[in-house]
């Protein structure tokens, strides 16, 4: 069965494996470093490990296999895709593609930083003061109100006994200083990006050797390296240790289902597009099962690295190993910096380390910018190069305002209303439009019949219950903490309205403009026909 069965020609990716490669590459990100063990920890350790797994296997992949079963049957980026399905929500492929878009935009500022570290580690030019060195000659930020990450992280530096600097101090609100450095390495970010993508998969295939295997050796370094020194023995087992009665309180779960959508790029429109360049026979569920287990694989590997170097950090200042828990910028670019300084060879410990973010990163960056492109170019049949500028000089130019000093509370705002509400509404709506409209069983026999070995009917339960109710769930819990909570104790509340809020309302209402523009059809394509639900 195809349901769109049209006579184009799309480009196909050069192998099964080059495909695997630049799914794994998109998964692993930032998310599996700076979020996955933090947030382990916070949730009860080797228990969450538990609720983890569970989450993988009832959503994580579920959600990958049925994203891979509407890209490569419909063969377009989630726009098309969408419009596939039911021809009156391609403003929700849209509205996907403009939330990986935004998430894209602050993405590449994160990398900047990453940038400007490795260059600083020829120097250790953070010195003896990490978390100075990042607010005030990294970020910028002068005279600011602190965002309540900000102020938890000058609380964790008071109660370990360290100097909290004045950038972290609630002041009355200002933009902070524009940092040219942050903006030089957004543009080298940027380019790097593009150049990547430059041909589309051809590019992509080749790129992802180097963007998932070098990571992926730095990294075994740096657990090799954070688990044999003195004091990691305490920091793993903080890691590691099991609270089981964590299992029964609903936040844990909450916080792993949000963790496997975030950490296997569900919901960004970007594996739709990925699995449109797939040639017709392709292993779908396997390909799934092998990207999530990886994926899962090293976060946890990570936890390893992070944990181990952090329990060497107490060690060094005799304190327990919670008071030097950190996560988010906190950890990369403060708690990590001051770790590298006291390491033997330490420039070179720095260098590898913000080159390992970089390599990442990229793949990720890269990932969202190719499912944009992919769907200007199925919407207006323009050119990879056409698209791929437009593309990253839009997402370079929205990055700027977020290379002055404030930026870094603007990216914690759209950060968080993207993660928490943005990707959950695309992820719920995907569940409802196949569960219950296109019929998750067709999709699940047009799925099996491409792979190897077939997915069970547990599958449809996922798509058509769990998952759903647990969004849901999700929605509300985020809704409400919204509301209730917001950043408005440090004056922050009209910048969540702007940077969360509205934010979020410009994606959905640019995604019903752009349904609504007069596409072009490539040329030699044949739109796919809506397909009827229930048809076979
Ligand atoms: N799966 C990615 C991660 O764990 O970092 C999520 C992601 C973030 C993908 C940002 C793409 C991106 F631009």
Not at 8 to 14: C, F, G, I, Y
Not at 453 to 467: E, Q
Request: proline share 5%; hydrophobic share 55%.
């Amino acid at each position: 069965m195809a349901i769109g069965n049209g006579v184009e020609e799309r480009e196909t990716w050069s192998s099964r494996r080059a495909f695997v490669l630049a799914a794994i590459g998109s998964a692993i990100g930032l998310g599996n470093i700076w979020r996955f063990p933090f947030i382990c920890y916070e949730n009860g350790g080797g228990a969450f490990l538990i609720a983890f797994v569970v989450a993988l296997m009832t959503a994580g992949i579920p959600l990958l296999v049925l994203e891979f079963g509407i890209g490569h049957s419909t063969r377009g980026a989630a726009p098309k895709a969408m419009r596939s399905i039911h021809p009156r929500m391609e403003w929700f492929g849209w509205a996907a593609t403009g939330i990986g878009f935004v998430i894209c935009a602050y993405y590449a500022v994160i990398m900047s930083y990453c940038a400007n570290y490795a260059v600083h580690s020829l120097t250790l030019a953070w010195g003896g003061d990490a978390a100075g060195f990042f607010y005030r000659d990294v970020v910028g930020l002068t005279t600011v109100r602190v965002d309540s990450a900000t102020a938890a992280a000058a609380d964790s530096l008071r109660s370990a006994g360290a100097a909290v600097p004045e950038e972290m101090i609630a002041r009355p609100w200002s933009l902070g200083r524009f940092m040219p450095w942050v903006a030089v390495g957004l543009l080298f970010s940027w380019v790097c990006i593009v150049l990547s993508i430059w041909k589309g998969t051809k590019t992509v295939g080749k790129v992802v050797y180097a963007t998932v295997l070098l990571p992926w050796a730095l990294l075994i370094v740096f657990v090799v390296r954070g688990v044999t020194l003195p004091g990691s023995a305490e920091g793993l087992r903080f890691y590691l240790h099991p609270e089981f009665a964590g299992l029964l309180q609903p936040s844990v779960w909450l916080a792993a289902y949000t963790q496997v959508f975030f950490s296997l790029s569900v919901g960004f429109a970007i594996m739709i597009a990925y699995s449109s360049f797939l040639p017709r026979r392709s292993d779908i569920v396997a390909s799934a099962f092998i990207i999530g287990i990886a994926d899962a694989l090293t976060a946890i590997l990570g936890g390893f690295a992070v944990f181990g170097a952090l329990g060497y950090k107490a060690h060094l200042a005799g304190v327990p190993v919670a008071s030097v828990v950190q996560s988010g910028p906190g950890l990369t670019f403060v708690a990590y910096p001051d770790i590298i300084s006291n390491l033997p060879v330490p420039h070179l410990f720095g260098i590898l380390f913000f080159l390992m973010l970089l390599t990442l990163a990229i793949d990720s960056a890269f990932s969202l910018v190719e499912a944009v492109a992919a769907a200007t170019r199925d919407k207006w049949g323009w050119s990879h190069r056409r698209a791929n500028l437009t593309v990253g000089g839009i997402a370079f130019l929205c990055g700027l305002p977020l290379t002055f000093g404030v930026g870094l509370h603007w990216l914690d705002i759209v950060d968080r209303f993207m993660n928490q509400i943005g990707l959950s509404l695309v992820v719920l709506g995907e569940c409802l439009l196949i569960g219950y409209y296109f019929k998750s069983e067709r999709m699940r026999r047009h799925v099996n019949e491409l792979s190897d070995f077939g997915i069970g009917r547990w599958w449809n339960l996922c798509i058509m219950a769990i998952t759903p109710l647990v969004i849901l769930w999700l929605l509300a819990a985020e809704v409400i903490a919204r509301i209730r909570e917001p950043y408005g104790d440090s004056g922050l509340r009209s910048q969540e309205f702007v940077f969360g809020w509205l934010v979020l309302l410009l994606i959905f209402a640019a995604g019903l403009l752009l349904a609504r523009a007069r596409g072009a059809a490539p040329r030699g394509t044949a739109r796919p026909g809506p397909a009827p639900p229930g048809g076979r």
